[in-house]
């Protein structure tokens, strides 16, 4: 489902037409991948749930609204979600969604994140749902176990140092852009042992590309 929404960025729009966009260039998308030797079509079964519905000039009504309408969308126990945004404020909607239909997991949802920001601002120029703080607002709230949170990607330059200053307070595991890639390089395996370290918690994976 798509949340066309991008109320909540401060530098560049334009992210509203992202669902329509993956639509369009969808619709001659070949079912069978060579390189994981399945058909898609087989192996899952798929559906476009449209659109949730926004307020244009209310990020805190837009999220709010995303989240009632993915809550109710099929069997929350056999149907798994896919967003497409959108700004990444909507990440706030999908995750209190996933984590009403898992079943409230005590502790919150672990969170595999990948990104160039952290997304822990407090808030921005006064507004407390925009794209910079999500995962601060999850993790006020209880939908994410910040010591179960990975965040993959970072890169500056940041505000100031400060900008770091939640994630390292509440125990949310970051690895940088470089370290990133020094990683596939030596071959440590570090994201896999950090995935694997989480024994099939209840997880939640978002990019803000």
Same mark, same amino acid.
């Given at each position: 489902?798509?949340?066309?929404?991008?109320?909540? @960025? /401060?530098?560049?729009?334009?992210?509203? &037409?992202?669902?329509?966009?993956?639509?369009?260039?969808?619709? $001659? @998308?070949?079912?069978?991948?060579?390189?994981?030797?399945?058909? =898609? /079509?087989? +192996?899952?079964?798929?559906? !476009?749930?449209?659109? *949730?519905?926004?307020?244009? $000039?209310?990020?805190?009504? %837009?999220?709010?609204?995303?989240?009632?309408? +993915?809550?109710?969308?099929?069997?929350?126990?056999?149907?798994?979600?896919?967003?497409?945004?959108?700004?990444?404020?909507?990440?706030?909607?999908?995750?209190?969604? %996933? #984590?009403?239909?898992?079943?409230?997991?005590?502790?919150?949802?672990?969170?595999?994140? &990948?990104?160039?920001?952290?997304?822990?601002? !407090?808030? @921005? #120029?006064?507004?407390? #749902?925009?794209?910079?703080?999500?995962?601060?607002? +999850?993790?006020?709230?209880?939908?994410? !176990?910040?010591?179960?949170?990975?965040? =993959?990607?970072?890169?500056?330059?940041?505000? /100031?140092? !400060?900008?770091? *200053? &939640?994630?390292?307070?509440?125990?949310?595991?970051?690895?940088?852009?470089?370290?990133?890639?020094?990683?596939?390089?030596?071959?440590?395996?570090? =994201?896999?042992?950090?995935?694997?370290?989480?024994?099939?918690?209840? %997880? $939640?994976?978002?990019?803000?590309?």
């Amino acid at each position: 489902y798509g949340i066309p929404f991008d109320g909540g @960025v /401060t530098f560049r729009p334009g992210s509203r &037409f992202g669902p329509r966009a993956i639509r369009e260039e969808s619709q $001659y @998308v070949k079912r069978y991948s060579i390189e994981h030797d399945i058909d =898609v /079509t087989t +192996a899952l079964s798929l559906a !476009d749930a449209g659109d *949730a519905p926004i307020q244009p $000039y209310s990020i805190k009504g %837009t999220l709010d609204a995303a989240c009632e309408f +993915a809550s109710g969308l099929g069997d929350p126990k056999t149907t798994k979600l896919l967003a497409v945004g959108g700004d990444h404020s909507i990440a706030y909607a999908n995750i209190r969604a %996933t #984590w009403l239909r898992r079943g409230k997991p005590k502790g919150g949802l672990a969170l595999i994140h &990948f990104d160039s920001h952290l997304d822990t601002v !407090d808030a @921005v #120029w006064g507004e407390k #749902w925009g794209h910079a703080s999500p995962f601060i607002r +999850a993790i006020e709230d209880g939908l994410i !176990d910040p010591r179960r949170m990975l965040s =993959v990607g970072i890169k500056g330059p940041l505000n /100031t140092p !400060d900008d770091l *200053a &939640f994630a390292r307070k509440h125990g949310i595991t970051l690895m940088t852009y470089a370290q990133y890639h020094r990683s596939i390089r030596a071959g440590t395996g570090e =994201v896999e042992a950090f995935v694997k370290g989480l024994n099939d918690a209840e %997880t $939640y994976l978002t990019f803000d590309i």
